[in-house]
């Protein structure tokens, strides 16, 4: 680092873009942020068209005291400029047989809602769930709120408890197994089986330290923001211009510029222009990264041949009309789980019976549609793009998903859809630079996954960062708003020459 005040460039506006922008600035930093695209949020984009809008990324917000510690550090009150309300129904579920269960927000009215639907005591839900929490207070400070691995972090309380008992994450067998030895109804199973999804992962080989999760949305609780998704990332954006970060949108970043002796970091390179910083921290997909020259060395020897996470084909609809049936989150289960996540993770290809997935951004925000209708963000989960015949399974998938709509909620809107646009792999990874269109870089689909995550920083890069959801600790917006944090304190340990958790166990 300089004598002067350091400058930092950050490549990418997503979600952990934005936060790592905010934190150095407000640790006096100058930052800049590189964006390829014309305006911020990676995966987190919206659309407007024909009277609708349209959230294109993430849809469920959790742990929203993240978001509020930025306006914090910046001396501004969230609630001036950003507001959102706690939901008092997480989700609808439907299964083929006809059975639908609402996830009440309080753990225990969804005790006893799942006592009412599916005949499981109470006590063992609640018990699944308190089993979750101590499972994340285990967890967090080892393995979400610092650098990992590092011999500091090993050395740690967290980390030496861990280490002499690592029974206690519940690595050692997948999150079905443990969901199939802990409720006898194989719906139950299906609807704790899901949260592998939510960092695109199959429950079959996922470690049950995933079911840290549930806890998120369960007991911790969901959230909406009052003005949609996007907004989020709108107000972060807005709140690092107030305070001085400079955007340069529509500005790809061709390369990162390093010395060849040391390998520490001098800058970035813009078309034939070279710009010289002190720091780099990339918010890219860390495959797109390396995979495309954008820095002169190798992945990481760990985690280098782990598969990658799930894609998604979502299709956006304008509906006609209004539909009780359904509530904001909806999840239409498909009748073969273990099948379907073959399809995606070993025969790549598309299942018949998929599980879909519903948002209705209006039953919140009702300006997200016109009068009298309504916005269906309608996914499915996908593998990674490999060359399939997208065009093909497309168009079959269509078809599958309005007939399960029509089986499961006994509504039709074949005639009540009035705009229609569609995301696959292929556009995800253009627009978002999800290499092969894989949402969240590699799957956790190994025991050690958490543990094999891309580091924050390399030892063999000195200046050079790496926040967002392909890197440590993981996919969704808040793990990467907890990436934010490790790359922006580390940097400014380093500012100040004052090293903490250094990554020093990988090259």
Known sequence: MTQQTPKVAIIGAGIGGLATAIRLVAKGFVVDVFEKESQPGGKLMEIRKDGFRFDLGPSLFTQPERVEELFTLMGERTSDHFRYRRLTNICRYFWPDGTRLNADA????????????????????????NQAQRLYDLAAPLLLNRPFPTVEALMSPAGQKIGRNPWILDPFVTLHHRNQKTFTDPRLVQLFDRYATCNGSDPYKAPATLKMIAHLEHNLGAFFPDNGMYSIVRELTNLALRHGVRFHFGTPVER??????SGAVTGI???????KFDAVVSDVDIHTLYNRGMVDMAKPLLGRNQALSTSALIFYWGVAGSYPELDLYNILFSSDYREEFKCLFRKKTLPDDPTVYIF??????????????ENWFVMINTPENTGQDWDTLIRKSRHTILDKIQNLTRNNIRQQIVFEHIEDPRSIEVRTGSYNGALYGNSSNSRMSAFIRHPNQRRAA?????????????GGIPFCLASAKIVADNLEDQKTERPRDRQTMRR
């Open 256 to 261: 990162i510029n390093r010395y060849s002796a």
């Open 360 to 373: 209705i951004s209006s039953r919140v925000v009702p300006g997200d549609a016109m009068p009298g209708h």
């Open 269 to 275: 390179r813009i078309g034939a222009k070279d710009l």
């Open 106 to 129: 309080d753990p225990d009215e969804f005790a006893y809602e799942v006592r009412r639907v599916l005949h499981i005591e109470p006590h063992k839900t609640s018990q699944y769930l």
């Open 462 to 474: 000195p200046g050079l960062w790496f926040t967002g959801g392909s890197v440590h600790p993981g």
